[in-house]
Antibody, heavy 116, light 110 residues
Framework: QVQLQESGPGLVKPSETLSLTCAVS?????????WGWIRQPPGKGLEWIGS???????YYNPSLKSRVTISVDTSKNQFSLKLSSVTAADTAVYYC?????????WGQGTLVTVSS | NFMLTQPHSVSESPGKTVTISCTRS????????VQWYQQRPGSSPTTVIY?????PSGVPDRFSGSIDSSSNSASLTISGLKTEDEADYYC?????????FGGGTKLTVL
């Protein structure tokens, strides 16, 4: 069974960089799948942030592309998200998920609040 | 970029059938697979339909998906509604480099 677990600061100051890591267990990232980040502002819908293939190819939401970096560390079997110049609008629950034909496995999500 | 538009909310009684639509703004709905996710309050989303009309193991056959090229939309149909089906439902699709989620539909079973 594939399991994903997000980790990172729950509070980030405006204009700073949000950094999250997703640890994967039960499956080797280097074996395949896309690995994605999705967020959900409080009381709102899901928004795709971006995805990375195990080879390192990345795909980003055009609306966030200038601020997003997703990377993979196969040695630690984890992948990461960096979102720069955050504002209050970036306050959300951030999910990591694995994607073959669909987002099959999801982390539990982590709430990140942007506030001074 | 394209958008996926869903009704904000639907409601129906237990035992009845409900259909949730998902309309693609540009590009053909048939060009890329559509997925449907169920999200209960406080939980991560789970897949109820993938590749337009496929059910993951463990999802009851009360859940079905379809696409309609004439209206450029996808639909999720839930028959024999149960109170446990009350949740938010999101459609999702993609194009060559982007993935898009619909805005979500709140299903109330009352």
């Amino acid at each position: 069974q594939v399991q994903l677990q997000e980790s990172g600061p729950g509070l980030v100051k405006p204009s700073e960089t949000l950094s999250l890591t997703c640890a994967v267990s039960g499956y080797s990232i280097s074996s395949g799948y896309y690995w994605g980040w999705i967020r959900q502002p409080p009381g709102k819908g899901l928004e795709w942030i971006g995805s990375i293939y195990h080879s390192g190819s990345t795909y980003y939401n055009p609306s966030l592309k200038s601020r997003v970096t997703i990377s993979v560390d196969t040695s630690k079997n984890q992948f990461s998200l960096k979102l720069s110049s955050v504002t209050a609008a970036d306050t959300a629950v951030y999910y990591c998920a694995s994607c073959g034909s669909y987002y099959e496995y999801w982390g539990q999500g982590t709430l990140v609040t942007v506030s001074s | 970029n394209f958008m996926l538009t869903q009704p904000h909310s639907v409601s129906e009684s237990p035992g009845k059938t409900v259909t949730i639509s998902c309309t693609r703004s540009s590009g053909s709905i048939a060009s890329n697979y559509v997925q449907w996710y169920q999200q209960r309050p406080g939980s991560s989303p789970t897949t109820v339909i993938y590749e337009d009309n496929q059910r993951p193991s463990g999802v009851p056959d009360r859940f079905s998906g379809s696409i309609d090229s004439s209206s450029n939309s996808a639909s999720l149909t839930i028959s024999g509604l149960k109170t446990e089906d009350e949740a938010d439902y999101y459609c999702q699709s993609y194009d060559s480099s982007n993935q898009v989620f619909g805005g979500g539909t709140k299903l109330t079973v009352l």
